[in-house]
């Protein structure tokens, strides 16, 4: 992997588990550093109060300095913390705004923070509004792939059911489980069935552990993680109420 990517992926997890750093801190790894200071221009920011509450939003330039979303000058003088922004923070309107900053110079986001549909807090241990959606195996190794998942490993008789997404930095991985596909694998239908959160030991890329009530699960991530799903159903052809006599168990 190269540097930009992994820094890239680091990112994309600080924003997911809504990670915060002390301004100094935040300017002399990020902003000054000579590679990643050119990631952070493609992102939006936060700054934060000492409460935690967001006092400004804004995106660093080529100079360093800091520009809101109607290009006026940023002061972090009163910024005690920096986090990432993300749609599920701001309003519609200033949604649009960022939007069209971005698109005013020409700015492809580093990842997408502002288009994707935010999903309320929910109950329940597992998001379940996919089960029985439709696809191929290949399609599926592809979509999950592109998202960052990973395949677990294989069960008895060879077969695997998870495909899983390691967020380090909290100690919890996001498993999408589906009906499961033999190794080698073949291009069969599959099914998806549900997506979790399990906390696991620093490391682990298991599918099994203790399961995290989505409630816990921090917001930004929740909502991600359900658009993966999503998005990884979208490659496939849709429900069938009859799925679980369309794919092998």
């Given amino acids: ?46 700054g934060l109060d000492a409460q935690g509450e967001i006092v400004a ?16 000058a940023v002061d972090p003088a009163s910024f005690a913390g920096v986090r990432l922004a993300h749609r599920s923070l701001f309003t519609g309107e200033q949604s649009e705004a960022w939007k069209q900053h971005l698109a005013d110079y020409k700015i492809e986001p580093l990842f997408n923070l502002l288009d994707r549909p935010v999903l309320a807090s929910v ?36 077969w695997f ?9 909290i100690g919890i991985n996001a498993v999408v489980e589906f009906t499961g596909s033999p190794l080698p694998e073949e291009n069969r239908a599959v099914a998806l069935l ?23 699960v921090p917001p930004v991530l929740l909502s991600e993680v359900w658009n993966d799903l999503h998005q990884i159903a979208d490659a496939g052809s849709g429900f069938a109420a009859d799925w679980r006599n369309r794919v092998a168990w």
């Fill in 57 to 72: 939003s804004f995106r660093p330039l080529e100079d360093l300095s800091l520009t809101d979303s109607a290009d006026n």
């Fill in 123 to 158: 109950a329940g241990t597992s998001i379940e509004d996919r089960n029985g959606h439709i696809i191929e195996a290949f399609k599926l190794r592809s979509a999950a792939q592109k998202l960052g998942y990973e395949r677990a490993q294989a069960e008895d008789g060879g």
């Fill in 1 to 46: 992997m190269k540097i930009h990517e992994f820094q890239a992926k680091r990112l994309y997890e600080a924003l997911c588990i809504g990670r915060r750093w002390q301004l100094a801190e935040w300017r002399r790894f990020l902003l000054e550093h000579p590679i990643v200071g050119r990631l952070v221009q493609r992102l939006v920011w936060l």
């Fill in 194 to 216: 549900e997506t979790k959160f399990v906390r696991v030991r620093k490391g682990q890329r298991s599918g099994y552990g203790s399961q995290v009530a989505l409630n816990e």
């Fill in 161 to 169: 059911t998870q495909y899983i997404k390691p967020f380090a930095g």
